[in-house]
Structure formats: C-alpha cells, structure tokens
C-alpha cells in the first residue's frame, strides 16, 4: 500500500482525475495477455514529460517501483505490477503525434500514439511507417519500442528497431535525456537509444520517440502456395529469401493450424496439405510485382509447392491472408491451454526446428501447432494442454525447455517479437551465459540503481 503522503503528493502533481486507486483501475491494470494478475497499488496518468520526471524523481527517493504500461498488449508480462507499486498508464495524454516532417522523412511520437493511427497518419500524406506488430491497431509505439516489435513485413523492412533514430526519457532519479538525433548518421557517443530499445521499462521512461519513415510502394501483390510437407515448405522459404527477391511477408502455416482454422472457419482449405505460405511483395510497378511473383513461384515449385494461387484483386488476397490472421485464435481447438512462444532462428534452421518440434510433440503426446514470420525466421511455436489439467500443464512446461533447448541449439533466440518479461525470465540462464547475465544486471544498475523501474523482468533484480 502507497503511504498517504505519496497519494497526496501525486494528487497535488497531477490531480486528483489523474490519479487512481480504487478497485476497478486497480483490476483493469493489473493483466496483461499472459492472463497473469498482478495488481498496483494505484495507477497514475502523466499529462506530460514534467510530469514523468517529478514522479520518477519522488518515487527513486521513497523507493516506489514504477511500471511503465502501454496498451497491455504484452504476451511475457512487461508490463505487469508484479512488485506492486504505481502503473504509469500514457494513453489518457501523452499520445499525440507531435510532427510528420516530410522533408527529413520523420515522425515525432509521444509514447501512448496506437501503432495503427501513426500507419494511417503518415501514409494521407504518401509515406509508410513499416512495422506492423498483430497488436498495431491497439499496441501503442511506446510499447512497441520498449518490447521492439517485429510484425509480417519484417521480412523486407526490419522491425521497430530499424526506424528508431531517437528517444527522449526519464531515468529512474527524474533527469531528462535525449538519445540519438534525427540525422541519418549519427555516430557521436553511445548508442543509448540501442540500449533502450527492447529493455522493457527496466532502464528509463519514454516520452517521445523520433521514427524513420520510408515513401509508401504503389501497389501489393499477395500470392499462397501450398506444400505437401512442412520441410519443403522451409525449404523454399530460406531459398526464396536468398533468390534475389524479397517478400515483403512470408508466413507459414502447418498441417495442425490449417486443420485447425478450417474446422473453426470452414474456409476450404487443403486440411491434408503439409503447410501453406502465403506471401507480399510491393513496389511501384506492376511488371515488377510479376517479376517477383515468378521467381516465387519458380523457387516454390522446386521445392515441392503443389499449387501456386496469386490474389487477382483486394478480397482475393483477404481471403488469402485469411487463414494465418485468424491462426492464433483457432488453436483452442487442442486444449483450454495455450503457451505460445515466438522463438526465430536463422532461416536455413527453419527445416531442422520445425522437425525437432514435431519429435518433442510425439515424445509428450501433445499438439505443437506452429505458424508464424518464416520470412525472417520467427515460428510461434504453440504448446497446447487442457488447462484444467495440472499434469498437461506441467508436462506442456517441459515442453515449452525442450523448445527452447532446440531453438538455442540451432543458433536461434528465445525471443523474436514479444520479449521476456515475466514469461521467458527463468529461461534466460539457458540462452546467456553467467557473465553476459552479469552484464545485463550491471547496466540495470548504472540506470537503475535503486530498482524502482519495472523490477524482477528480463531476470535481473
């Protein structure tokens, strides 16, 4: 419980209708999508950069944790109060999108803007912000930084990391920095906007991000194949990638997802096919989209695609698409449980993991459905049990380590898009060493040193 001089304090500062610590915000921020409940002992809605600074500054002297939220959206818990304290919420005022400079092909955020508004926002004036996480029209570009989200076209364009040119933020005793600057070359000091990104509100507060844009392509093409085996499908992703073309997607599905969607959506599909991949490519010519397409096509059909589908029109290519967006969704088909993780590796791996998965689902009996960005080598790999059953929960955990184990073994990393949180921390001895580990932890304090920020995520106290 927060001592009644800190409520008055933080009423004074902000005001009363920004601060609350009744029951029904306590609850609303109190979860995440993990399902995981932790709850705050109040929750504080900062009108402005100031603001963020004189509650850091006031919580570092009376040691009160501090947790920075976006929209919740997380699927590790970076953003659950599991150490109690205050939830700093941004959507109620900081989320205006403060400049579009065309000219230097720039936005200026605040923290709380959804990732989809800025998406719309840039392209009314004929420029594209790339990154595209499944939670784009609710994430907001806070979290999207902190957790540095990926989405389906980071195949092409990378993920958020590759447009961050700068962040403002609050370190944890109130000073106000600025990391990074919106040039295109800037090699002066530390990379310390690097250091922010993905660090999960462990190490400062943002307020304001500089993000690069790119010109919007003129047109899109969407194209499936569909293999008879999970293997020749990997296979002709990696050798896709490295054909001369890049797609700005490259999703998969597998035999236990299509299955899956189809008995959920009863759309059609070919429930006895290995896996689907479905495919972009953009550009600003229509012989150019063609041209890729065949090489597509050619380097698929040599690695056993059985039939090449490309949309003729908008609603052909949303109905191709239809299948890997509603894919998550309809694994409830396989039990009340899922753990879904979102391991990468390089993408020559991707035919030896998914095989190690398939041999770690026949070991404990359970479905392993995966789908996911093969483009770029991420798999969301979907562990599923009967929740109600402790023993498929256990065992189910026991799976999720040996998935991890693969994963590591193929080079690969425990995370591509959704971080590690709460989640994957016990994990993460298995993928760093002790003194990478210690590093981490030595950072945190040079930050943080009296631990206020986001405690106990990332497996650093």
Same mark, same amino acid.
């Given at each position: 419980?927060?001592?009644?001089?800190?409520?008055?304090?933080? +009423? /004074?500062?902000?005001?009363?209708?920004?601060?609350?610590?009744?029951?029904?915000?306590?609850?609303?921020?109190?979860?995440? &999508?993990?399902?995981?409940?932790?709850?705050?002992?109040?929750?504080?809605?900062?009108?402005?950069?100031?603001?963020?600074?004189?509650?850091? =500054?006031?919580?570092?002297?009376?040691?009160?944790?501090?947790?920075?939220? @976006?929209?919740?959206?997380?699927?590790?818990?970076?953003?659950?109060?599991?150490?109690?304290?205050? %939830?700093?919420?941004?959507?109620?005022?900081?989320? =205006?999108?403060?400049?579009?400079?065309?000219?230097?092909?720039?936005?200026?955020?605040?923290? #709380?803007?959804?990732?989809?508004?800025?998406?719309? /926002?840039?392209?009314? %004036?004929?420029?594209?912000?790339?990154?595209?996480?499944?939670?784009?029209?609710?994430?907001?570009?806070?979290?999207? %930084?902190?957790?540095?989200?990926?989405?389906?076209?980071?195949?092409?364009?990378?993920? +958020?990391?590759?447009?961050?040119?700068?962040?403002?933020?609050?370190?944890?005793? #109130?000073?106000?920095?600025?990391?990074?600057?919106?040039?295109?070359?800037?090699?002066?000091?530390?990379?310390?906007?690097?250091?922010?990104?993905?660090?999960?509100?462990?190490?400062?507060? +943002?307020?304001?991000?500089?993000?690069?844009?790119?010109?919007?392509?003129?047109?899109?093409?969407?194209?499936?194949?569909?293999?008879?085996?999970?293997?020749?499908?990997?296979?002709?992703?990696?050798?896709?990638?490295?054909?001369?073309?890049?797609?700005?997607?490259?999703?998969?599905?597998?035999?236990?997802?299509?299955?899956?969607?189809?008995?959920?959506?009863?759309?059609?599909?070919?429930?006895?096919?290995? /896996?689907?991949?479905?495919?972009?490519?953009? @550009?600003?010519?229509?012989?150019?989209?063609?041209?890729?397409?065949?090489?597509?096509? =050619?380097?698929?059909?040599?690695?056993?695609?059985?039939?090449?589908?490309?949309?003729?029109?908008?609603?052909?290519?949303?109905?191709?698409?239809?299948?890997?967006?509603?894919?998550?969704?309809?694994?409830?088909?396989?039990?009340?449980?899922?753990?879904?993780?979102?391991?990468?590796?390089?993408?020559?791996?991707?035919?030896?993991?998914?095989?190690?998965?398939?041999?770690?689902?026949?070991?404990?009996?359970?479905?392993?459905?995966?789908?996911?960005?093969?483009?770029?080598?991420?798999?969301?790999?979907? %562990?599923?049990?009967?929740?109600?059953?402790?023993?498929?929960?256990?065992?189910?955990?026991?799976?999720?380590?040996?998935?991890?184990?693969?994963?590591?073994?193929?080079?690969? +990393?425990?995370?591509?898009?959704?971080?590690?949180?709460?989640?994957?921390?016990?994990?993460?001895?298995?993928?760093?060493?002790?003194?990478?580990?210690?590093?981490?932890?030595?950072?945190?304090? &040079?930050?943080?040193?009296?631990?206020?920020?986001?405690? &106990?995520?990332?497996?650093?106290?």
């Amino acid at each position: 419980m927060l001592p009644s001089s800190a409520l008055d304090f933080f +009423t /004074a500062l902000v005001g009363k209708e920004n601060l609350y610590s009744d029951k029904a915000h306590l609850i609303a921020y109190s979860y995440d &999508a993990t399902r995981e409940k932790f709850q705050p002992d109040a929750v504080l809605f900062p009108r402005h950069e100031q603001d963020v600074s004189d509650i850091l =500054k006031y919580c570092n002297e009376h040691r009160i944790v501090i947790v920075p939220r @976006g929209a919740g959206s997380g699927f590790t818990g970076g953003a659950l109060p599991s150490s109690g304290g205050i %939830v700093l919420a941004f959507e109620k005022h900081m989320n =205006k999108i403060l400049e579009i400079d065309m000219q230097n092909m720039v936005a200026i955020v605040q923290p #709380g803007v959804i990732n989809m508004e800025l998406q719309r /926002a840039v392209e009314e %004036v004929g420029l594209f912000y790339p990154p595209d996480p499944a939670s784009q029209e609710y994430s907001t570009i806070g979290g999207n %930084v902190n957790e540095n989200a990926g989405g389906m076209r980071a195949a092409k364009y990378g993920i +958020t990391k590759d447009y961050v040119m700068a962040i403002r933020a609050v370190l944890p005793n #109130g000073d106000i920095i600025k990391a990074g600057k919106r040039t295109i070359k800037d090699v002066a000091g530390y990379n310390i906007a690097g250091i922010l990104i993905a660090s999960e509100g462990t190490l400062a507060v +943002t307020t304001e991000v500089t993000l690069k844009l790119l010109s919007k392509p003129k047109m899109t093409k969407t194209a499936m194949g569909i293999f008879s085996s999970v293997h020749e499908a990997m296979e002709a992703v990696y050798k896709t990638m490295s054909s001369g073309v890049t797609p700005v997607a490259m999703e998969f599905l597998d035999n236990l997802t299509i299955r899956a969607v189809e008995q959920v959506y009863h759309k059609g599909l070919p429930i006895e096919a290995g /896996a689907i991949l479905v495919t972009d490519v953009d @550009g600003n010519l229509e012989d150019d989209l063609d041209f890729q397409l065949g090489i597509i096509a =050619k380097v698929f059909s040599e690695n056993g695609c059985n039939e090449f589908k490309i949309a003729q029109n908008k609603q052909e290519a949303a109905n191709l698409w239809f299948a890997r967006r509603n894919a998550s969704q309809s694994l409830s088909v396989y039990g009340s449980k899922k753990i879904n993780e979102d391991v990468t590796v390089p993408r020559s791996a991707l035919p030896q993991l998914l095989e190690k998965f398939n041999a770690i689902a026949l070991k404990y009996n359970i479905n392993i459905p995966c789908f996911g960005h093969t483009g770029d080598g991420n798999v969301h790999t979907n %562990v599923m049990v009967d929740g109600k059953n402790p023993q498929q929960v256990k065992i189910g955990y026991e799976a999720i380590k040996e998935v991890f184990q693969a994963t590591i073994d193929l080079g690969g +990393t425990l995370s591509g898009e959704h971080g590690i949180g709460l989640a994957k921390a016990p994990y993460m001895s298995m993928a760093f060493t002790p003194e990478e580990m210690a590093l981490f932890q030595s950072i945190k304090r &040079a930050f943080d040193p009296n631990n206020i920020l986001n405690p &106990a995520k990332m497996g650093l106290s």
